[in-house]
């Protein structure tokens, strides 16, 4: 006996293709679902934008600043001229001619001599070569020379200076006055000055170092110099 169904109507021999597609559209339809979002109107409107207002744009307002126009020059003050008569007579000077001719007389110029003007050189006394030598200092060399002349001085004007001025001036404490002088190319003491707490110390100062006795100038180079000179005179006033 034959069978009555067509072996090409077999339902059953794609069942495996459909259900996997049937899986897949699931698959699609389950991640669709899940990943499906809604949104209020409210928060996704944005407005609407209206192009046809205008900016207004606000333009400053400037004023123009008018300057008034410059015065007008002063009018010219007129010339005036004064017309003198001329009647004043004018001496000429009359240039003599400086040519000579034959007959002038040639007058010989004797020999000028021209006198040398010896500089005044002010050397200091640290550092010249030969310093002034004080009457009693004429031994040694050069720094026993300067030792002993500083040690004279300071002696010479211990012994002849008034110590009880300062306090008949009504001064007290410990004195000092500085003493500036020079000793110059003859060896006599000149331009001495003196600054003191009082002007009556600063006379007996520049007395005293006017008493000071000639020495022997110093020397530079083998000539005379004039040779400046500072000392020091401090004296405590006894209260």
């Known amino acids: 006996m034959e069978p009555k169904k067509n072996p090409k109507a077999n ?25 499906y979002k809604t949104y209020d109107k409210s928060d996704i409107d944005i407005g609407q934008l209206n192009l046809e207002e205008e ?38 000077t009359v240039i003599e ?5 034959q007959e002038t007389e040639i007058v010989e110029v004797e020999e000028i001599e ?19 030598v004080f009457p009693g ?10 030792k002993c002349m500083s040690d004279k001085i300071a002696k010479f004007v211990n012994r002849k200076f ?19 002088f020079k000793i110059d190319k003859t060896g006599n003491i000149t331009g001495v000055r003196a600054r003191a707490p009082h002007p009556g110390l600063e006379k007996e100062a520049k007395r005293v170092i006017s008493l000071l006795p000639k020495m022997k100038p110093g020397k530079q180079r083998g000539k005379p110099v004039t040779v400046p000179y500072s000392l020091p005179i401090i004296f405590q006033v006894q209260d």
Not at 11 to 34: C, D, E, K, T, W
Not at 117 to 131: H, Q, R, S
Not at 162 to 180: C, F, K, M, P, Y
């Open 137 to 146: 200092c004429e031994k040694g060399n050069n720094a026993a020379k300067k």
């Open 97 to 101: 001619s400086t040519e000579v001719d």
């Open 11 to 35: 339902v059953g021999r794609n069942s495996g293709l459909f259900f996997a597609i049937g899986l897949a559209l699931m698959l699609f339809l389950a991640y669709y679902s899940i990943n």
């Open 55 to 92: 900016l207004e744009e606000e333009i400053p307002l400037t004023q123009q600043i008018v300057t008034p126009p410059p015065p007008p020059p002063p009018p010219a003050a007129p010339e005036v001229i004064e017309v003198v008569e001329d009647e004043e007579e004018v001496e000429e």
């Open 162 to 180: 008034n110590t009880e001025l300062a306090g008949d001036l009504g001064l007290s404490g410990r004195q000092r006055i500085n003493v500036i």
């Open 114 to 132: 021209v006198e040398e003007v010896e500089e005044d050189i002010e050397v200091p006394f640290a550092v010249i070569e030969n310093v002034p």
